[in-house]
């Protein structure tokens, strides 16, 4: 199995704050890498695909980067409602795999 | 705009089997990839496995030996069964799409999941 792991677990931010999290995947997964976001009591949303591509309807201040086994995910202008926790999750192979999160808090 | 709706009941007995459906609207699930995702409270997300039509399903070999996915197309559903549970199979239980291509692979719609606690 590929282990992900994100990095750091939590974090504290401030609106307007521009915030990075980090994704370490166990073995190279060129660019399958996949960005959620999680608010309490809610399913998952896409908010980043294959590494760095915007899902639709998710604003331009989120963008990912990264190939191989590093990525990142980047807010830039942090908003209200941006805080939640954020998961990255492979799919290179099966099984797929999610990392154990990263939570943005105030 | 596609909807999952997960249903089923949300207490079962230890050693005994867990099942869900998971009900589509807005796409046909002859069409796509569909799949379980749990999330034990307060913990991470977990894939459980995916069906695609009628070919063979894939399941996560964590819990390949208890676990079985099969799709209802005259119902445009499909459903998760899990035997023998635990405790450690309490979660929420999401059913999720997942879109496929030639360098793409992402779970682009979730349910609203369904919390199941196992418990005598």
């Known amino acids: 199995d590929i282990q992900m792991t994100q990095s750091p677990s939590s974090l504290s931010a401030s609106v307007g704050d521009r915030v990075t999290m980090t994704c370490r995947a166990s073995?190279?997964?060129?660019?399958?890498l996949n960005w959620y976001q999680q608010k309490p009591g809610k399913a998952p949303n896409l908010l980043i695909y294959?590494?760095?591509s915007l899902q639709n309807g998710v604003p331009s201040r989120f963008g990912g980067s990264g190939s191989g086994t590093d990525f990142t995910l980047t807010i830039s202008g942090l908003q209200p409602e941006d805080f939640a926790t954020y998961y990255c999750q492979q799919s290179f192979s099966t099984p797929l795999t999610f990392g154990g999160g990263t939570k943005v808090e105030i | 705009q596609a909807q999952l709706r997960e249903s089923g009941p949300g207490l079962v007995k230890p050693s005994e089997t867990l099942s869900l459906t998971c009900t589509v609207s807005?796409?046909?699930?002859?069409?796509?990839?569909w799949s379980w995702i749990r999330q034990p409270p307060g913990k991470g997300l977990e894939w459980i496995g995916y069906i695609y039509n009628r070919g063979s399903p894939n399941y996560n070999p964590s819990l390949k030996s208890r676990v079985t996915i099969s799709p209802d197309t005259s119902k445009n559903q499909f459903s998760l069964k899990v035997n023998s549970v635990t405790a450690a199979d309490s979660a929420v239980y999401y059913c999720?799409?997942?879109?496929?291509?030639?360098?793409?692979?992402?779970?682009?719609?979730w349910g609203q999941g369904a919390l199941v606690t196992v418990s005598s």
């Open positions: 999720a799409r997942l879109l496929t291509g030639a360098t793409i692979h992402y779970f682009d719609l």
């Open positions: 294959a590494a760095s």
């Open positions: 807005g796409a046909s699930i002859s069409s796509f990839y």
């Open positions: 073995q190279s997964i060129r660019a399958y």
